[in-house]
């Protein structure tokens, strides 16, 4: 992977930690410009708001649509370090965005290759590139899956 993404996800890490200390399950997600540039940032907020929809890449994409002063986010790439679920996967899909790049599979609700493949699927009219963890630095990668580990051991005991 190259020190772009590597960074990225280390910006995404960042952003999980911003929810782990707000009690919230520690997703984070980042949107690059076709620069490589952070336009957008999103942590998992649900908790804090109590809204469904505060999952880490849908606030992350709007922050970098207002950025960009459009819904169209071609060009641009979404840096997660979960895996996202069908709510995400889908956003994902409609902001047209090119790339995912994500840090952790999430086998029980990833919808990006593990559970489902929903930004694949050829009867959509856009598909972005993925780039799912084994195409990403071990070390990052073991990061995001880590973040995630410890705040569920914790949770349950």
């Known amino acids: 992977m190259n020190h772009a993404l590597d960074a990225a996800l280390r ?24 620069e490589g540039a952070i336009i957008g940032r999103g942590h998992n907020e649900r908790e804090a708001t109590g809204d469904p929809t505060g999952h880490a890449e849908v606030l992350a994409l709007r922050a ?7 819904w169209r986010l071609s060009g641009c790439t979404l840096v997660v370090t979960l895996e996202p679920c069908v709510m995400c996967a889908g956003a994902t899909v409609l902001s047209r965005v090119d790339r995912l790049v994500y840090g952790a599979r999430d086998p029980k609700a ?16 856009h ?27 914790e949770r349950r005991g």
Do not use: Q
Request: charged share 25%; net charge negative.
């Open 127 to 153: 598909r972005p590139e993925v780039v799912p963890p084994d195409l990403v630095g071990a070390e990052v990668a073991a990061d995001c899956a880590g973040l995630l580990t410890r705040f569920f051991s």
């Open 64 to 70: 970098a649509a207002r950025t960009r002063g459009e």
């Open 11 to 34: 910006a995404a890490l960042t952003e999980g930690e911003r929810a782990l200390a707000a009690g919230d399950v520690p997703v984070g997600a980042v949107v690059l410009d076709s």
């Open 110 to 125: 990833g919808a990006a290759g593990s559970l489902w493949d929903l930004v694949r699927d050829p009867r959509l009219n």
